[in-house]
């Protein structure tokens, strides 16, 4: 990859990075195949290209909502993917192209395939307005291109669509609208916040391995906080971000050991420096470590510890300060403290009904704590309540097949089953298998626990049929 870059960088200047973007040369593929493979070491090698278009498509976005067409041919499964999931989101991996001229997609849409082919030729209709505030950039681009009547705009890598209608136009055309949604829509909105809000350059290391931890790419963050490490002498500043950032890997690995000494390095470091939100965060991983190890007391003290510190850096209505109650509620939840973790679980959420929007996808995971909680407690009006409101939040603002919206499913399903309504209990336990196997691996705790909640109700149902 960094052969193929090397003849453009004589000649490359960050203010012409659409300029090459539509050039007909290498650039283009090997970009968007990078991200649309997920290739981490690709991206890493395009990042500063990345940014430069990142930067000019802000700086020439469009300033008033456009629609704007794509035409390509995709398979028969993937048309019958986006027919079940209307309503849902759809993010796109690559930087998309689009059109404003309708007849030039159409050509897009019917070239290629030919006859006895199983494609389908689809025309995309992109509804865009650049006023919802945190959408990723747009622009027309075709001042740049060789081809301007193609009318050319192209969008942000990782924009995010919600699918409105699929339907059956002319010619054997397929119409899919589609509307381009606020990265608040999506549960992935930090995998690019880096792009403009990090306070260590996007260029470094340090921040692709964050975005990598961020995307769940675990041994690739793990890869550059190494190579992080060996760059930089135990004396620079930014030593203490590799050692954070490796304790949350080794943590979300499993590796509590690796990661408590990882954090603890880091803790000493951002005390001398004396980076006090820092050390709240490190707390808070630390008391989780705690906790994944049912060592609840120290949990607890860690979990305070941060909000002691988020209580004196921040006003009361602080996102930070409702996640640090919800902490403790967990804390609690454990132990079967259950109106203790109620008191805390409350205090959180009233925290984020002032600061949050009403379908916020975070609030949909508070709902469904506090209906765990009314569940144990024995309300199940209250517990299908809040599970009713985590669904809905949910099923509108997470991607299809999300694991937290199977959480909720499998917690309705217990509901169900305390009740004593196997078969609806049965339902919602087969949705959350379904998702969970979709998503995650076979051997992971969620998909073991939902397969032996479904062994446990189906005996149950056969047991009430025989006679």
């Known amino acids: 990859m960094l052969q193929l870059l090397k003849p453009y960088k004589k000649s490359y200047s960050s203010d012409k990075a659409l300029w090459w973007y539509t050039r007909q040369s290498c650039l283009y593929p090997l970009l968007n195949r990078a991200l649309r493979m997920q290739d981490i070491d690709g991206i890493f090698a395009f990042r500063f290209f ?58 897009f849409a019917h070239s290629g395939g030919g006859n006895g082919t199983s494609l389908c030729s689809v025309l995309f209709e992109i509804e865009a307005d650049p006023r919802r505030t945190t959408t990723k950039p747009f622009a027309d681009i075709s001042v740049f291109s060789d081809f ?8 942000m890598c990782g924009s995010i669509f919600r699918i409105l209608n699929v339907s059956r136009g002319q010619n054997g055309l397929h119409i899919v609208r589609l509307q381009l949604c606020s990265d608040d829509d999506h549960e992935l909105k930090k995998l690019f916040e880096y792009m403009n809000k990090q306070n260590v350059s996007w260029d470094g290391i340090l921040a692709f391995g964050n975005l990598l931890l961020q995307m769940g790419k675990l041994d690739d963050a793990e ?48 005390k001398n420096m004396e980076n006090h939100s820092s050390v709240a965060i490190v707390y808070n991983n630390i008391a989780t470590l705690h906790f994944n190890k049912s060592d609840y007391k120290q949990a607890l003290d860690s979990y305070n510890m941060a909000l002691e510190i988020y209580r004196t850096q921040n006003n009361v209505d602080h996102q930070d300060i409702a996640m640090c109650y919800n902490n403790v509620g967990a804390v609690y939840y454990e132990q079967k403290k ?56 949910k099923e509108k603002t997470l991607p299809a097949k999300h694991p937290s919206t199977a959480t909720t499913h499998q917690s309705i399903g217990l509901a169900h089953e305390y009740s004593g309504d196997l078969k ?44």
């Open 50 to 107: 990345i940014r430069d278009i990142y930067n000019q498509l802000c700086y020439h976005r469009c300033a008033t909502a456009v629609r704007v067409y794509r035409g390509q041919q995709i398979s028969e499964v993937e048309l019958k993917v986006f027919e079940k999931c209307v309503g849902q989101l759809v993010s796109f991996k690559p930087f998309y192209s689009t059109s404003r001229n309708r007849e030039v997609a159409e050509k």
């Open 148 to 155: 301007k009547d193609e009318a050319e705009v192209l969008f």
């Open 223 to 270: 890869k550059y906080y190494r190579i992080g490490l060996t760059q930089l002498g135990f004396n620079h500043i930014n030593i203490v971000y590799y050692y954070h950032g490796l304790g949350i890997v080794h943590k979300e690995k499993g590796d509590y050991a690796a990661s408590f000494e990882c954090l603890q390095k880091s803790l000493e470091l951002y």
């Open 338 to 393: 259950y109106l203790e973790a109620l008191e805390y679980y409350q205090k959180a959420l009233t925290i984020l009904e002032k600061i949050l929007p009403v379908d916020h996808p975070q609030l949909g995971g508070y709902y469904n704590n506090i209906g765990d909680v009314h569940l144990n407690l024995g309300h199940d009006v209250y517990a299908f309540e809040y599970y009713r409101l985590a669904l809905s939040i």
């Open 424 to 467: 609806q209990a049965l339902k919602h336990f087969e949705i959350a298998a379904a998702i969970y196997s979709d998503c995650l691996p076979e051997k992971h705790v969620n998909v073991v626990e939902i397969k032996k909640h479904i062994l446990r109700v189906t005996t149950a149902i056969g047991e009430k049929k025989s006679p």
